[in-house]
């Protein structure tokens, strides 16, 4: 898994705690560029630390998952080799 700091983190904490969101409104609350928050949500999309909500599968609507939620209160491990394995829910820190 190869993330991007601070802004994949920045993202999942946007989304954290129930919210669902879209990118142009993450864009907006991160002061980043749309189309970089658009490239990173498919990223996190393939990770399994977002889901799309919607009735389409094209849908712009954003959510964290459980993994998701994982990595957010994991994010000082990031890089080390536990990790991935506290984003799976495989072990405890």
């Known amino acids: 898994m190869r993330l991007t700091r601070p802004t994949d983190f ?3 904490a946007a989304l954290s705690g129930g919210k669902r969101d879209v990118a142009v409104n993450i864009a907006e609350r991160l002061d980043r ?4 928050i658009n490239t990173r949500l498919p990223a996190l999309l393939d990770y399994g630390l ?3 909500i919607g009735p389409g ?13 994982r990595a957010l ?3 000082e491990q990031y890089g080390s080799a536990e990790f ?7 072990t405890e820190w």
């Open 10 to 12: 920045d993202i999942l």
């Open 33 to 36: 560029d749309r189309a970089y």
């Open 50 to 52: 977002v889901v799309r």
């Open 57 to 69: 599968d094209r849908s712009g609507l954003y959510e964290i998952t459980a993994s998701g939620e």
């Open 73 to 75: 209160a994991h994010r």
């Open 84 to 90: 991935e394995a506290l984003v799976r829910g495989e």
